[in-house]
């Protein structure tokens, strides 16, 4: 139940940008899930085998950042709630499982990275000025062991980070607010697009 004007404003940008990713297609088969800080101890997060597209309110869960992960919500919520925890600063947090987050992160399985160079939209990434500067996404090999995979991208990511792929699986993406969360996963999203695209043209 929700108690306060910021867990149901909270709860509410939940609803709205699952219905705008799910439009998308970035969101298949209840796949996917996105969460937001309410404060310094609480997120809100989405319930677990719904269809991000039809949220209501009353599916979105509020969590504390400290203890264990109660029942009802995602096996990937470690993966949020250690991103909340090793950076104050971070506000909302997108998993999305689209098909080109979902291919290119396999065809590049094994790699520590995916790394673009030369697009125009890594500018979309927070203190990125140019597209001569190489973007390097972290990649993960996908893992059903949240308590191993969560230790392994604390391990390898860096404060600079604004997102990583899970191969073969899908997108992690984040902001300080959900408007730069969602403009993040929204450049991350068309980079792997275009590598995509690109492998059509490749000899
Ligand atoms: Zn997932």
């Known amino acids: 139940m929700l108690k306060d004007a910021e867990t149901e404003k909270a709860a509410n940008e939940l609803v709205e940008i699952g219905r705008l990713l ?3 297609g970035w969101v298949p088969a209840t796949a996917g899930n ?16 719904l269809d991000k ?34 950076d104050p600063e971070i506000g909302a947090v997108l998993h999305t499982h689209s098909l080109p987050a979902t291919v290119v ?7 520590p990275e995916i790394v673009f160079r030369d697009y125009e939209l890594q500018k979309g990434l927070r203190g990125r000025t140019t597209h001569a500067t190489p973007l390097h996404l972290p990649l993960f090999a996908n893992s059903q062991d949240m308590t191993a995979l969560t230790a392994e991208v ?30 993040h996963l929204e ?3 068309f980079l792997l697009a275009c590598e995509l695209e690109q492998g059509r043209y490749r000899r």
Not at 34 to 49: E, L, M, P
């Open 34 to 49: 996105f969460s937001r800080r309410v404060d310094r101890d609480r997120i809100a997060i989405t319930g677990s085998g």
């Open 22 to 24: 799910s439009a998308r």
């Open 154 to 183: 604390e391990c390898r990511l860096s404060i600079d980070d604004h997102g990583y792929v899970l191969a073969g699986h899908g997108l992690y993406a984040w902001g300080r607010d959900m408007q730069e969360a969602r403009r």
């Open 105 to 111: 992160g396999r065809a590049h399985a094994g790699a």
């Open 187 to 189: 450049a991350l999203e």
């Open 53 to 86: 597209g039809e949220l209501t309110p009353e599916d979105i869960r509020i969590i504390p950042l400290a203890g264990p992960v109660p029942s009802g919500v995602s096996a990937e919520t470690p993966l949020h709630l250690s991103l909340y925890r090793r």
